[in-house]
């Protein structure tokens, strides 16, 4: 719901240490904070320097601005149940301090909204978030049970919310949310709290005698050792992570650690045991000006001399925009480099000053070929439009051009390598033993990228090289006990390796899925293998094939052997046995998902509700052919009411009947809805695909079974099956009160009705249950909401006191308020408990 702004019973105070207290209507409101920066143009990093400075303001209290609004001259955002926040605010006179040392003004603007019921809630919408990850947790490669909150302020739910994890009380609050969810949190054996600011791990007391799998603290901000010695003497992990904080540049790190390293087994991945005084992780940080020796296209020749350097050297390339991504510049590196000669790995990548940097080490003639043959320059390939099409033309794809050129220069012998550094051939080897399950006898290498353990070093599967370099490690290591390699997005071109993958002597399966494959040639070689399972789709060779059969009939030529192509099994005929879903981009699973869900449920309970969804000119066919041997005459009525609406162009026999039997317009598609007998769908039986999911259009077809309702109980239900494709675009873009929503109408409903198959009938309705019903009578996490700030007014009691009131009465606010009495009669509720 949007949020009402009202200046008439605001009042606004400025430059002031004192305010009206009973103008705080905790929970009912919204308050406006204005920044004043008085700036003409505010970028993003300025941005950020006011929020840091905001959360040091009120360091120790909640704060989570909403619908954060910048100007040239002013920034706004909204707040509620931040009562202390703002008393600290008020206590330094409504300034905060830059960074750089700028005193900023800030005007304070309470009672600017009316606070309802179905409005953003931070609360809720953290909890939201930690919902989704929770559900992730055990769909992640590598090891299961590890809670990913890394840059969690940037999830989609937070869209248009503020949660800083810097702030301690916040920070506080998450861990607070995690821990109370018993039946999650029992199953959380590890915390990844990367790039979130984090200053302080105080809160981590909460789950002092824990012991995790994995504490990631990389990233952050976490200076004092002290500090961090003090706030984890009680918490223990397998390894803790804390690479890229400021703390690990300090002289005497690791040792300023000893107090609490005998809690952990491994520091960044090496045993603490052997750490020593001398090992520091990697300062990434180059300088452009200062470190090492400075190689650019005014003295290539002097390359030569660090040939037998075994030091870190630096790749610099300028991008002051960051027109590009980490992944591009990637990518259009190792289209540079030479496939003949040494492999490389680029190693603790970062943007920062203007340029992309990394450093790679032991490979000398890669950056000699780079200097002197590349010139020091990447070319940036595009697809340019073809011709205006003549009567000579022929192809009318887009032209592959390389019209951008990127120089870059590298700094020689910036850093000396020092044990303990990312070493990428043992980084792999750890990668490998994570991604194997013992139990399912499976490799799964699929987004190798995304391993555990390299974070800090790029592995390019693009690179044929290196691929067979990584099947040829792993073929070693597993032989016999791998029966199954799956390699899906990892940009691979050919995987031609047969010799390699022979070791594996009972590999059936391979998924080469979202690949960059233009032919079958390119995988081919593999057909020596006998493998029964392969999965190609996704990548470029799909779109050279037209239809099924022909793409089979291609892919069996080679493999003989194939029972299963793409995840679906394969006939004896060579035809696909037909899948349940299928979605063409797993993009549109969300929205495929809540539109169907929607639909449906509407249309059994009030159809009226479906004319909004419905574009003005939308077009409605509606086709019956069900047949009855056997019909009673009320039967018979009831078949009717579909077929009076319904058109076949075999039947119809001019125009202008089949024109009649097309419904447009809203209005028209109503009229014959509210006509049609009431039904029942089996929501948990149907078959939905995705054909089409593009900006444009989306394209969705569902399948299944219904009930036309018996209207009297001397009469029985009919059991129908439908097919229903609709024909989606959007109207209207940057929509809704958060301006990043898209309005979506259906243009054209295919609606068929026949008979059911014999597998229809025999299935239909096995597993129904009326979801709604049953869910009912469940309170969501937005009705806890809104009963916790009810139980907060009612008996001014901090929230973790509210908490436990409302959940000892199952969330029943009456035996919640009886718990409170009882407890204050035996004076068991500390003064403490009240705000």
Known sequence: MSIEISYANALSYSKCKSYDTKLMSQGFVWHQIVVEHNSRSLSMEDKQDLLNALYEAVEGEELYPVAYRRSSYEDRFLVRQCQPALDKLFEKNLRIVMPNGNTIQLQVQLNVAEFKYGQISPINQITKTLNKLYDRMDSLDGERGVLDLSRFGQHSEL?????????????????????????????????????????????????????????????????????????????????????????????????????????????????????????????????????????????????????????????????????????????????????????????????????????????????????????????IPRFEAPPPPTQSTVDFSPQLVMDTTLVYYVRMNIRPFQKGQIDPMEAIEKALDRRFSAMDRMLNLSDFQNTEGLENVVINLSSTKILSRILMQASRKFLSTCHEIRLAHNKIVNVNFPKILALMSNLKALDLGNNWIHSLDDVKGLAVLGITSLRLDGNPLCNDYSFAGEYIKAVKKHFTDLTKLDGIGITSKDNLTSPKNFLCDVAGYDFVEEF???????????????????????????????????????????????TQFSHNILNDNDREQMCSSTYIGPKEIMRVFTNLPLVT?????????????????????????????????????????????????????????????????????????????????????????????????????????????????????????????????????????????????????PDAAFK
């Open 159 to 379: 869209f248009d919310v503020i949660v800083n994890l810097g702030n301690r009380s916040v920070l506080e609050r998450i861990f607070d949310l995690i821990y109370r969810n018993d039946e999650r949190f029992r199953h959380i054996h590890g915390i990844v709290l990367r790039d979130n600011g984090i200053t302080t791990m105080s809160p981590c007391k909460l789950f002092a005698g824990i012991e995790f799998t994995l504490l990631d603290l990389r990233d952050n901000k976490i200076e004092s050792y002290i500090r961090l010695n003090r706030d984890l003497e009680k918490i223990k992990a397998n390894e803790i992570k804390l690479m890229g904080n400021p703390i690990t540049q300090s002289p005497n790190y690791p040792e300023c650690l000893r107090p609490i390293l005998n809690n952990f087994k491994l520091l960044d991945g090496v045993p603490t045991e052997n750490l020593s005084k001398d090992y520091t992780p990697i300062n990434t940080t180059v300088d452009g000006q200062a470190d090492g020796y400075r190689i650019d296209w005014s003295n290539k020749s002097d390359v030569n001399k660090f040939e037998n350097s075994s030091d870190w050297h630096a790749i610099m390339i300028p991008d002051p925009n960051q027109t590009y991504s980490k992944e591009e510049i990637m990518d259009y590196f190792f289209l540079t480099v030479s496939t003949s000669l040494s492999d490389i790995y680029p190693c603790y990548y970062q943007y920062t000053k203007g340029e992309h940097q990394f450093l790679v080490r032991q490979c000398f003639d890669q950056i000699k070929y780079l200097v002197e043959n590349c010139n020091l320059e990447i070319k």
């Open 681 to 829: 769908y089996d929501m948990l039986s149907f078959c939905t695909d995705c054909t089409i999911f593009e900006e444009n259009r989306v394209v969705i077809t569902i399948n299944g079974v219904f009930l036309d309702q018996a209207p009297s109980i001397v009469e029985t239900d009919v059991l129908m099956a439908f097919s229903r494709t609709f024909i989606l675009k959007p109207t209207k873009r940057k929509t809704g009160s958060l301006k990043c929503a898209t309005l979506y109408k259906i243009v054209n409903d295919q609606y068929s009705i026949t008979n059911p198959t014999a597998t229809q009938t025999k299935t239909a309705f096995k597993y129904f249950k009326n979801i709604q019903a049953a869910k009912k009578d469940e309170l969501t996490v937005a009705d806890k909401e809104a009963l916790l700030v009810m139980f907060q007014e009612t008996t001014a009691l901090k929230s973790i006191w509210c908490t436990r009131c409302l959940e000892e009465a199952e969330w029943d606010f009456t035996k919640a308020l009886e718990i409170f009495i009882q407890l204050c009669e035996k004076n068991e509720v």
């Open 596 to 642: 169907v869900t929607r639909y449906f449920s509407t249309f059994e309970s009030d159809r009226a509700g479906l004319k909004d969804l419905y574009h003005r000119k939308a077009v409605l066919s509606l086709s019956c052919n069900f047949n009855v041997s056997k019909a009673t005459p009320q039967t018979l009525k009831r078949i009717s009411r579909y």
